[in-house]
């Protein structure tokens, strides 16, 4: 309808007061997010959050004709513990899916009947007893009838976390030797500080993985590495792929002619490399397979990341982001691009490929929630491929609560801009969107920049209701992707090295400065908000600038000395890169410690920790509110009993969402 009758008035309030019908309660109360989809006996295993149970994740099996249901029992919670940030918890033999339960962090198996289609009951694999023992990257070897998988040992460690052991190693399957003890393993590599993505060729034969040492991280430099198996299954004649190539290296993959596929950015872009099988032995290198100006993959903070799938008769699937858009598309054999199969999605990755060709993932758009969905491409559909019928069918979708209407929706715009240095850097920003409220003329709206964590992280444009929770109230969001953010190539993830807590604190003052000049926000209304190393950020501003008059910080750094002393194993020697050796370059950690410049920030702070985080220790936060309090009035402290590195408990997430808008109300000056 298009008269003027079919629109309702609109009421006038100041931005930042706008009622909105999207509560805390309505985005974190039901909230079901899917992941890590993997095609299996006709279906689609993938795993669900299930907030009435503080958000453990559940295995669910969609059968392939439209049925959904649970497989994992009620107590039992799919996460792993490897790295702190975990990944994917389970992997598949023919007819039996093995998990890593969360509270004992031991190897389960479930058995599947085909005849009836039911799952048995969980029984265990492994039996650490006692000792704390992690696994991940679950892969099942038919051919020796075991697992293949990383395994992070923590013995009775009482020192250094660097004493923590990681290792590639083999569980038999015997039914007789079940549950196993660790110390029963058979290690297949132990020969770095980390290991990941074990990848098995089809006949056996062959197994590829991922290595890498101190100081690296898995986005710096790593190691491809691939060997032969003997009779027994161990490792024969390991060599490396691309060894004088610096860069970092990922994803291994054979396909059935035992060609070996990575993805690389020695390029400058995490591409995608191969290496015949022909040519696989020592001093080998790769070839590039389908060159971008662009990564086709995001940081690999979590094990079990799949960005490309590989199919028959040497059809190739793989993702890209272009300005925080994700696109898929297909590659034919020679490297050419073949079609777009997706494009202008907030988040796609995930993907697998099932016997029948049809291509798995998991993407959202701008606008919708994640879903796990399945395109049917076709197994051979002949010389002019782009005139085969793709259908897209969806396996499972998160609900968008009916309140968040399309007409509430903030959609993001990607933005470049400048720092004093002249070097470009981005940011998405959302402006305020409700079709109840309007501002009153010539008022702006005030700013909160979000600022993601990592810093090795980046911005996603998928529909984030914590985002629409701000703007449908008459706030602007800018979601920075500073320097060292990832989706922009290597060279602009390595501009933070050694200058962390200096390009990203003046890319986040530039681009504030810039939103102010171009008459975007009111500048006397901003605040900044971020978790982990975002938390850092938001500390390091408040103490650079006045721009902002709130920050709010979540389990965020304030003492880089402590967190270099006091961390996990993943991250012990990730500050190395990011400012430089400690104690080596002991005065640039004092210098850039928000702790060291309490007397300069001059803004409250509404500081958010867990009580069991073992990345950033909530001691950081002790102290930061300790002192803080001390001549800065409104500074509030909350504390989240049991909650790790980033809050899950849909009360907890909901209490620190409702607390951060009333620290706002307190302290924004909104009318």
């Known amino acids: 309808m298009n008269g003027a009758g079919s ?12 009622k909105s019908p999207l509560t805390a309660e309505l985005i974190f109360g039901k909230r079901q997010t899917p992941g ?5 006996n006709g279906g689609m295993l993938f795993l ?25 029992p009620a107590g039992f919670n799919l996460r792993t513990r490897v790295h702190e940030y975990g990944g994917l918890p389970y992997g598949v033999g023919e007819t039996d899916v093995f ?33 704390q023992t992690r696994y991940a990257d679950l892969v099942h070897d038919p051919v020796r009838n075991r697992l293949v998988c990383v395994r992070e040992d923590h013995g009775d460690i009482t020192g250094p976390a660097s004493q923590v052991r990681n290792a590639l190693v083999a569980i038999g399957l015997k039914e007789n030797l079940l549950p196993q003890p660790a110390d029963s393993h058979e290690i297949l590599y132990e020969g770095s500080d980390f290991v990941a993505g074990p990848s098995l060729s089809g006949d056996g034969a062959l197994l590829a993985f991922v290595t890498w040492s101190h100081p690296n991280m898995p986005w710096d430099d790593t190691e491809i590495r691939c060997s032969r198996l003997n009779a027994r299954g161990l490792i024969e004649d390991c060599f490396q792929i691309d060894e004088a190539v610096a860069a970092s290296k990922l994803q291994p993959r054979f396909d059935t002619g035992n060609h070996l596929y990575f993805l690389s950015d020695n390029s400058g872009f995490w591409n995608l490399a191969r290496v015949d099988s022909a040519n696989l032995g020592p001093g080998c290198s790769s070839d590039p ?40 598309h297909e590659v034919a054999p020679d490297g050419s691009k073949v079609r777009e199969l997706e494009q202008g999605r907030g988040l796609l990755d995930q993907l697998r490929i099932d016997d029948d060709g049809r291509v798995s993932y998991v993407a959202a758009g701008v606008d919708d929630y994640p879903a796990v969905l399945l395109q049917n491409l076709g197994r051979n559909p002949g010389r002019d491929v782009t005139s085969s019928t793709v259908s897209t069918k969806t396996v499972y979708r998160g609900a968008v609560p009916n309140a968040l209407a399309e007409n509430l929706i903030s959609r993001p715009r990607h933005f470049e801009f400048r720092g004093k240095s002249g070097d470009a850097a981005y940011g998405l920003l959302y402006m305020p969107v409700n079709p109840d409220f309007e501002a009153s003329a010539g008022e702006l709206p005030p700013l909160l920049v979000n600022v993601h964590g990592g810093p090795t992280g980046t911005a996603r444009a998928a529909l984030n209701p914590m985002h629409q929770f701000w703007t449908s109230r008459g706030f602007a969001v800018l979601d920075i992707n500073h320097r060292g953010s990832t989706g922009y190539g290597r060279k602009f993830r390595q501009a933070l090295y050694e200058q962390w807590g200096v390009f990203d604190i003046e890319d986040v003052i530039a681009a504030v400065e810039h939103l102010i000049d171009t008459k975007k926000v009111d500048g006397n209304r901003a605040a900044i908000r971020g978790g982990s190393a975002g938390g850092y950020v938001v500390l390091a501003s408040l103490a650079a600038c006045d721009l902002f008059s709130a920050g709010v910080s979540y389990y965020g750094v304030a003492d ?35 702790i060291n410049r309490l007397d300069e920030i001059s803004a409250p702070v509404l500081i958010l920790q867990g009580t069991e985080d073992k990345v950033v220790p909530p001691s950081q936060a002790d102290l930061l509110h300790t002192e803080l309090k001390k001549r800065i009035e409104g500074v509030k402290y909350i504390s989240f009993e049991g909650e790790g590195h980033g809050f899950r408990k849909p009360a907890n997430q909901i209490h620190a969402l409702e607390a951060e808008l009333e620290f706002y109300r307190g302290n924004l000056r909104l009318k």
């Open 36 to 40: 890590n989809p993997t095609p299996w």
């Open 99 to 131: 998990f890593c339960n969360f509270e004992d962090q031991e190897i389960y198996r479930q058995r599947f009947d085909t005849k009836t289609a039911e799952f048995s009951m969980p029984e265990p694999v492994t039996d650490s007893g006692g000792v």
């Open 560 to 594: 880089l000395e402590l967190l270099a002393q006091d961390t996990h194993k993943f991250e012990s020697r990730y500050l190395d890169r990011l400012i430089g050796p400690y104690p080596q370059t002991l005065d640039r950690y004092k210098q850039r410690s928000p």
């Open 48 to 72: 669900l959050t299930m907030p009435d149970e503080g958000n453990d994740l559940a295995l669910m099996f969609g059968d392939g004709r439209g049925k959904v249901a649970r497989i994992s």
């Open 7 to 18: 629109h309702k008035a609109r009421k006038t309030a100041a931005h930042g007061n706008w």
């Open 289 to 328: 397979v389908y060159p971008a100006a662009a990564d086709c993959c995001g940081p690999p903070w979590e094990l079990g990341n799949r960005n490309y799938a590989l199919g028959e008769n040497g059809r190739i699937f793989i993702t890209l982001v272009d300005r925080c858009l994700w696109q898929l």
